[in-house]
Structure formats: structure tokens, C-alpha cells
Nanobody, 130 residues
Framework: EVQLVESGGGLVQPGGSLRLSCAVS????????ISWFRQAPGKEREGISC?????????YAESRVRGRFTVSSDSAKNTVYMEMRSLEPGDTATYYC??????????????????????WGQGTQVTVSS
């Protein structure tokens, strides 16, 4: 069974930083591309970033997070990270990681954030407030 577990969320002041982790079990990062999404109360879920570890491909949504958030992975730890800098109150949300099979990821010619994901984590809360 594939499981994704997010961690690293918390309360941070505006301008601060956090690093989220997505630990994957039951599969390897060679089998799945991993993306980050977030959802704030009353808002639609928003795709943020995607990483394909075998080829190092990274994708970022055209949004306010571009340039402030960086996705990376560690194959040895089977974990994907998202470094978030210059956090703003508008970044407050529950952050989720999700996995999609590499063959599906490689077959798409559109945004990988629009794919149907096979597995989701339970989410980690990020609150940006003074």
C-alpha cells in the first residue's frame, strides 16, 4: 500500500520560512512523480509544484509561489521536500502531497498538476500570521 505522510507545517510569521516533507512508503520515487497542493478554507485546491525524481524534472505553477517555493527530493530517504520562503498570510492553507505514476506523468503534455493523482497524504497545516 502506497502511503504519503506530510510533516513540517506550523505557525510562522510573515516573511518566515518552512520546509515541508512528504515521506513515501510502499513505493519509490522512481515509480511516482510527487506534487504539492494546498487548500485554504473556502477556496479551491491549488496545485503548487511537481517533481519527477528519476530525471530531476521540476514544475511550478504560474502563481504567487513561483520563485518562493522550491521542490526537491531525496531518493535514499524516499522523501520529497518543499522549501517555502518569504511566506505571506495568503500562504495559509493545508498542504498536501500526492503521487501519480511516472508513466502517466511522462505521457502528459499539459500541466502535471492537472493529472488525476493516485495517492494523497493527510495534509499538514501551515499558518502564516503575526
Amino acid at each position: 500500500e502506497v502511503q504519503l505522510v506530510e510533516s513540517g507545517g506550523g505557525l510562522v510569521q510573515p516573511g518566515g520560512s518552512l520546509r515541508l516533507s512528504c515521506a513515501v512508503s510502499g513505493a519509490t520515487l522512481d515509480e511516482y512523480a510527487i506534487s504539492w497542493f494546498r487548500q485554504a478554507p473556502g477556496k479551491e485546491r491549488e496545485g503548487i509544484s511537481c517533481i519527477s525524481t528519476p530525471d530531476g524534472a521540476r514544475y511550478y505553477a504560474e502563481s504567487r509561489v513561483r520563485g518562493r517555493f522550491t521542490v526537491s527530493s531525496d531518493s535514499a530517504k524516499n522523501t520529497v521536500y518543499m522549501e517555502m520562503r518569504s511566506l505571506e498570510p495568503g500562504d495559509t492553507a493545508t498542504y498536501y502531497c500526492a503521487a501519480v505514476r511516472q508513466r502517466v506523468f511522462r505521457a502528459t503534455s499539459s500541466s502535471p498538476l492537472l493529472l488525476t493523482y493516485d495517492h494523497w497524504g493527510q495534509g499538514t497545516q501551515v499558518t502564516v500570521s503575526s
